[in-house]
């Protein structure tokens, strides 16, 4: 009997998992990527390509690399703990080299539709149709893994925010940032708290003559040197951890985690308090940002209720004049254009996968 084909949508790192996995369980797999290279996400580009996930220069990975690594290929033991997204990329590039994937990557290929076959009842199968080179072509697959992520369709929120259309500074999504430099000297707000927001605030605040972060509801603040210099996901997230996790209230364990991050500085008293628990959302990373706020460099205002020519009216009535930028550190879209309109997609992700 023929292997099952399966095509592979996006060769980042899902997408080579994925392709090794296949290979490993007798498949025969073929992953179609949109751009030149493997790496997706981590691949930094000044210029990206439209529909291609994208980061800024100085993006290092808030993972630790003893958590981060693929079970069947340790990363080296001279690479940092935690990786410049550089690092990320030669480790992806030994990975496939190793397990051989390249080969079975069509890169400067488009997906442009997935959809069931006529026949999908009986024989499971898809029709996936490809673009590359102007040329269209359709493919039959007995399975489709879809490994194009989740960081792809910048949201900006601008209805959200009365008199934008007159405001005379500049705006653009966290998406397109990419350096400090164009923002020099200029008083810059940063819409937005999570992981892109508040590194983005920091390093602004080393050239930008004032930055504002604007937060809806604060965040609890993680970092990534714990207690003795050891990773903060390696300290915390053991075999042992998880057993105290599954036997002590969630109440209990966050107000512990709580305590320990308030221990490093109070949340109430930098502006950051959020009214949910540590424990009940995706956490945010950076060591660096009570610093950048303590100096002054960041101040830390509450959602913006509305802008002027001139000026951003922060909620506290608070007005500042002459902002030169905003960065919408807001959500992205999580859209698949290629899927049919017939496979059913979900606001809150896909049932039973957890928001994937």
């Known amino acids: 009997m023929a292997p099952r084909r399966v095509a592979v949508i996006g060769a980042g790192a899902s997408g080579l998992c994925a392709l090794k996995c296949c290979l490993d369980e007798g498949l025969e797999p073929t992953c179609f990527e949109r751009s030149?290279?493997?790496?997706?996400?981590?691949?930094?580009?000044?210029?990206?390509?439209?529909?291609?996930?994208?980061?800024?220069?100085?993006?290092?990975?808030?993972?630790?690399?003893?958590?981060?690594?693929?079970?069947?290929f340790p990363i080296p033991e001279d690479f940092p703990n935690y990786m410049h997204n550089s690092?990320?990329?030669?480790?992806?590039?030994?990975?496939?080299?190793?397990?051989?994937?390249?080969?079975?990557?069509?890169?400067?290929?488009?997906?442009?539709?997935?959809?069931?076959?006529?026949?999908?009842?009986?024989?499971?199968?898809?029709?996936?149709?490809?673009?590359?080179?102007?040329?269209?072509?359709?493919?039959?697959?007995?399975?489709?893994?879809?490994?194009?992520?989740?960081?792809?369709?910048?949201?900006?929120?601008?209805?959200?925010?009365?008199?934008?259309?007159?405001?005379?500074?500049?705006?653009?999504?966290?998406?397109?940032?990419?350096?400090?430099?164009?923002?020099?000297?200029?008083?810059v707000v940063v819409v937005g708290i999570g992981n892109s927001g508040i590194d983005i605030a920091v390093e602004l605040s080393h050239t930008a003559k004032q930055v504002f972060l604007s937060t809806r509801r604060g965040s609890w603040?993680?970092?990534?040197?714990?207690?003795?210099?050891?990773?903060?996901?390696?300290?915390?997230?053991?075999r042992f951890m998880q057993l105290i996790h599954n036997l002590v209230p969630t109440s209990i364990l966050n107000f512990f985690m709580e305590w320990k991050l308030n221990a490093r500085f109070d949340h109430t008293l930098y502006g950051l308090k959020p009214k949910h628990g540590v424990l009940d959302q995706h956490p945010t990373v950076n060591d660096d940002l009570p610093n950048r706020i303590i100096s002054g460099r960041v101040r830390v205002k509450p959602n913006i209720q509305e802008f002027t020519e001139t000026s951003a009216i922060f909620e506290d009535a608070n007005v500042r004049r002459f902002p030169g930028a905003v960065v919408w550190a807001t959500f992205l879209s999580l859209i698949w254009v290629y899927l049919c309109d017939t496979i059913s997609q979900c606001d809150k992700g896909w049932p039973g996968c957890r928001r994937v």
Request: neutral net charge; glycine residues 6%.
């Open 36 to 72: 030149k290279d493997i790496g997706g996400l981590w691949r930094f580009e000044e210029h990206p390509e439209d529909g291609r996930a994208s980061i800024y220069r100085s993006v290092i990975i808030n993972t630790s690399k003893e958590m981060m690594c693929f079970s069947d």
């Open 87 to 187: 690092k990320i990329m030669e480790y992806f590039r030994m990975y496939a080299q190793h397990f051989d994937l390249l080969r079975h990557i069509r890169f400067r290929t488009s997906v442009c539709r997935v959809s069931k076959r006529p026949d999908f009842a009986s024989s499971g199968q898809w029709e996936v149709v490809t673009e590359s080179e102007g040329k269209q072509e359709a493919a039959i697959f007995d399975a489709v893994l879809v490994c194009s992520g989740h960081h792809t369709n910048a949201h900006l929120p601008l209805s959200s925010f009365p008199g934008l259309e007159k405001f005379e500074g500049c705006y653009l999504h966290s998406r397109d940032y990419k350096s400090p430099q164009p923002f020099f000297g200029k008083r």
């Open 221 to 238: 603040v993680l970092y990534r040197v714990a207690d003795n210099g050891y990773p903060f996901d390696f300290s915390y997230l053991s």
